[in-house]
């Protein structure tokens, strides 16, 4: 098997040039590049990838972990991840927790068996014996948007202060009765819901800062037919979602109803998924920099930090967009 030592022999160049050819980058002549890669095709040269990985003590391989791909914005992270691996020259290997312990678990063990170089983590889970769990696998996690504690690297967004700002400026609109939507909120256990709760608390801050103005929770499973209690006709409302999934759903229940957004009720969501691109009225919204967010927990993940610093934390400034339904 030809080797790239070989190749740089027959070519007559350093083994720099011949990975500047292999890799695509600059630094290199176009005629050197394809005098090169002619000889990669005349020898059928192939890259030893065990033996790269080796030598560099990686893999080359990333775990992400994320709770479904039902929910657009997961898929959206999925394919800024690979992105961004695909830049680096690395691979990622998906798993899908479903909010279940067990699945998310077993799913981090399996990608730790496989000595993946660090695990990106959208965590279902918390508390002292996950943590525990976490260690144990002997990888570098980064957590993404539900943090667990101090001692883990985060990246996610200023949920609270975005979330306490829209909702000012939707009581600002005229609405004084308020609902957020926030499923699976009050259910009992140990599902990490973090990025929900610190919405719903930025959201309670605003109401709480308006008098004459109610906020409700809608964290049940149901919450459609929860809101199909609520008399519209009474007090100017808006419902306020933790996501435009569920902002999506709820529309579509609305227009089944009769009832208008905008003119019957409010309607927000979060996330500022790509399908809102066909939806009338445009739904205003929260954008989420998947893409930046991606950028920043691969760094924290693959690039080399101060063994005795402590874990980054960063929260990444987020944009309201205003549309037609509030």
Known sequence: MITTKDLARICGVSLGTI???????????????????????????????NARNLKKKRTAEVGLLVHDLDNEFFGELVNAVQEIAWQRDFYIQVAVSQRDERRERTALEHMAG????????????SGPDYESFLRGLGRPVVTIANRLSEAWPFVGLSDRATEREATAEIIRRGHTRLYFVGPLCVSPGRLNLYSIEERYAGFMEAVRAQAGTSGTLVGGADYVEELRLVDFSSERTAIV???????????????RRGISVPRDVGLMGFDSIDALRYVQPRLSTIEYPVRRMSEVAFSLLIDPHPADSAPASVELPSRIVWAESV
């Not at 979602?241 to 227009?255: G, V």
């Open 19 to 49: 990975d500047r050819a292999l890799r695509n980058r600059t630094g290199i002549r176009p005629e050197t590049r394809a005098r090169i890669l002619a000889k990669v095709q005349e020898y059928g040269y192939t890259p030893n990838i």
């Open 114 to 125: 496989r000595n993946v170089d660090g695990i990106l983590l959208f965590p279902a889970s």
């Open 241 to 255: 979602c933790c996501s435009d999934i569920f902002a999506l759903e709820i529309l579509n229940d609305l227009r």
